[in-house]
Every structure is written in C-alpha cells, then in structure tokens.
C-alpha cells in the first residue's frame, strides 16, 4: 500500500520537474542575475555533474544580485564566464561538449527587424546553430519563454528548430515555483516578466540524426 503511494507521489514529481533531471554537463547561456544557475545547482534531481554559467554583460555590468549569485555558484563547484554571446560560442569554447545547453527567456531586448524577420527569432536561429556544435550526440537545448501566441509567433521555434538542423522541439509547462530563489529580470530592467504573466514552457531540442 505505502509502496504505491510512494511511487504515485515519484511519478507526480518527475511529471511536475518534466525535463529538469539528469541534465549532466550543463552551459547556461544569458543568465541575467544568475539566479536559475544557482537555483538549477542546488536541485538535486537536476543531477547536474558540472555547470559553466554565462552572463551576455560584462563582469562590470550584471543585474542587481548577480555578483552575489556568482560567487554561491563559484563556491558550489561551477564556473562562471561573462561577455559570452550566445549566437557565436565559437568565439568562448573550443571542443567542450555539453549535455544540456540552456538559455532562460531569451530576449534581446530590442523590437528593430532583423533580415526582415523579428531580432528574437534571429537570435534564436543563430543561438541554435550554435549550440548544435557543442552537444553531445544525445544531448539538448533548453528553452524557456511564456506560454502564449505572441511570444511563439516571435521565436517561431519550430521554424528555428528546422534551420539549425534540429528535430521539432518537444514543448513542456515550466512552473516557475519549483525553482525557489529564481527571480528572473528582464533584458532592459530589473522587472520580472514572470510578474506580467501565467504560462510559460520550455522548449527541448534535439539534433536531427
Ligand atoms: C529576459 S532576460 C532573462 C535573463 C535570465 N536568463 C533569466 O531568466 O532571468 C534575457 C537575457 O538575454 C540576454 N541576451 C540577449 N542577447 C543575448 C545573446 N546574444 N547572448 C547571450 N545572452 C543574450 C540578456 O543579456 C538578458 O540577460
């Protein structure tokens, strides 16, 4: 009886942590405040066996607690890299492979079009051709981004996905309240666009065989 309950109660939280397990080699890309990181690292069904964080601002220009969150994650085992640009990681690794690769609400924080297609959608193209080449042969992105039809139509990930060589993304609902101690900050801001809206998922990718 109680070895029913127990597997019943299992099977509910891995549904709930959906693709946040054995994750393994992690890179994590425009970490903001780096507050997922230190969150993601604490998790232990995350499973992670080693993390490199990455902020697109310098050292010199973070958000408001990420001097602090670099350092818990520093002192946690993890590396900790600025300035990196998500759409060139040629330009910060060399044959590094990574078993999971994520990057947090993406956002490039600017409404201009870009080749006449919107700069989110560019940035995920390229994020995503990128990434390609530093996963290992089963490994994966992960994107999170709200759950609605504006924000789809803006990243078009099934479009982004079939540019850079990758299967249809796998969708999953991302609830933010697993992850205590994440405060996600907007790209302009220091506002959470988790305050302004409901539903959110995250998008897992895999390269095509
Ligand atoms: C909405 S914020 C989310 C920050 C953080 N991931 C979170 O969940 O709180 C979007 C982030 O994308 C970053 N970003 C924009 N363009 C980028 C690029 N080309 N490479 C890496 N990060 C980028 C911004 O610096 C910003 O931190």
Not at 7 to 19: E, M
Not at 57 to 70: C, I, Q, R, V, Y
Not at 94 to 116: L, M
Not at 126 to 145: E, H, N, Q, W
């Amino acid at each position: 009886m109680f070895d029913v309950i127990g597997q019943t109660v299992k099977a509910f939280s891995q549904i709930r942590l959906g693709p946040w397990q054995a994750l393994g080699d992690v890179l994590l890309v425009g970490e903001g405040n780096l507050s997922f990181a230190k969150t993601l690292l604490k998790m232990p069904t995350a499973h992670i066996t080693h993390m490199i964080a990455t902020t697109f601002e310098s050292e010199n220009n973070l958000p408001d607690g990420a001097t602090k969150n670099a350092q818990i994650i520093k002192c946690n085992g993890a590396q900790i890299m600025h300035n990196v640009d998500a759409t060139h990681l040629e330009k910060h690794f060399r044959s590094e492979k990574f078993d999971t690769i994520i990057f947090q609400f993406p956002n490039v924080g600017s409404r201009d079009s870009k080749y006449g297609h919107n700069p989110n959608h560019v940035m995920i193209r390229k994020f995503l051709r990128s990434a390609g080449d530093y996963l290992t042969p089963d490994g994966r992105v992960m994107i999170s981004a709200v759950d609605s039809p504006h924000y789809e139509g803006a990243f078009q990930f099934d479009a982004a996905a079939k540019f850079a060589g990758f299967e249809t993304p796998e969708t999953y609902p991302f609830d933010p309240s697993i992850f205590s101690g994440y405060s996600h900050t907007n790209t302009n801001d220091d506002d959470s666009a988790l305050d302004d809206h409901k539903r959110f998922a995250t998008w897992v990718f895999r390269l095509k065989k």
